[in-house]
Each structure stands twice: as C-alpha cells, then as structure tokens.
C-alpha cells in the first residue's frame, strides 16, 4: 500500500510538472498591431454614428483605421482613423473628410477575454469640408466623448480562444505588456 501511494504521488508530481513545463513554453503571446487593425477592420461597419457637433448635426463613418502599439517608447495604443462625415445645416447636407488620432491605455479585461482602450485623449483632429481645411479644437470635447462611448463598449482586441496556446492561456490569469509594436500576453506569477 505505502509502494502505491509513493508511485501515485510521483505519478502526480510528474503530470504538475509537466503541465507547469508546457505552459512555461508558451510563456507568452503577442499581438501585433496588424492583428489590431484587422479586428478593428471588421468592427468598422459599426463605426457608422449619427451625432451632434457644435450642435450641427452630423454622421460620422469610420473609414480605416491605423493603429501603432507603443509610440514612443510608451505604453499606449495609439490609433489613427479617417472618416467621412455629412453635415447637416439649414437643410443643406456638406460632405466632410476627418482625420482624427487618439490614444489610450489597454486594459485586459479578463472575464471578457478582451483589450479595451481606456483614459483616451484625442491627439489632433483635422477636416476638410466644402473648402474649409483646419483642426476641430471647437468640438474636440463632443469628439472625444464619442469615440469615447464606443471604445468603452466595443474591444480593440478579443483573444483568439481557437488558437490553441491563447485557449491554454486564456485558462490562467494573465499580465498584458505594451512593447513597442505589439501587446504580449504571459501568465500572472
């Protein structure tokens, strides 16, 4: 009896350790900032707002996004997004591209298996519409909470569970980093 439960509790030591092995050699897993823009890309058509401006009525259509993970040695997201709007005043519609740069901190939100962008500025933002060409400093506030609003509700990035080292991850409580160009996964310690 006492040779059984040696030869179980080696057994046992042996299956821990090399559960710990595997899953020390998938330490970790990146996200590049393609895989970022691929993810927003598909969230574009949701991008789509009808909102007010400086009180002018306007709808705002994302139209690609760019996103550089880490800019500056630093530890934001940092996106930059053109979009076409239409505004609307005294009943006349006016075509208007934008161009619009925010950053934020990711956070890893893990029961939703999700990166969010959080505390996001807006950088700058440009338009050119019907021959005007400058900033939007006037509604840049109106801006931000937009875009805001939808980067509360909507990811930058949802983890690939079908991707079998983010499934065996995803299972562990896990530390995001920023590093210049890409957001690494790794198990908490």
Do not use: W
């Not at 801006?143 to 990811?155: K, R, T, V």
């Amino acid at each position: 009896m006492k040779k059984i439960l040696i030869a179980l509790s080696v057994l046992l030591s042996v299956l821990v350790l090399a559960s710990c092995a595997q899953l020390g050699s998938i330490a970790s897993y990146s996200v590049s900032e393609s895989d970022l823009e691929q993810m927003l890309a598909q969230q574009i058509p949701k991008l789509t707002h009808q909102a007010t401006a400086a009180g002018i009525p306007l709808r705002l259509q994302v139209d690609k996004m760019k996103v550089a993970i880490g800019p500056d040695n630093s530890d934001l997201v940092r996106l930059d997004t053109s979009a076409s709007a239409v505004l609307s005043l005294f009943g006349l519609s006016y075509p208007a591209e934008m161009n619009l740069q925010v950053e934020g901190a990711p956070y890893y939100d893990a029961e939703k298996q999700a990166v969010f962008l959080r505390s996001v500025n807006l950088i700058s933002s440009n338009i050119d519409a019907a021959g005007y060409r400058g900033n939007l400093k006037p509604v840049n506030s109106e801006l931000l909470q937009l875009i805001n609003g939808f980067l509360a509700d909507n990811p930058v990035y949802r983890l690939d569970t079908t991707n079998p080292t983010m499934k065996l991850l995803s299972q562990v409580p896990l530390n995001m980093a920023v590093q210049n160009g890409s957001l690494r996964f790794s198990p908490s310690n």
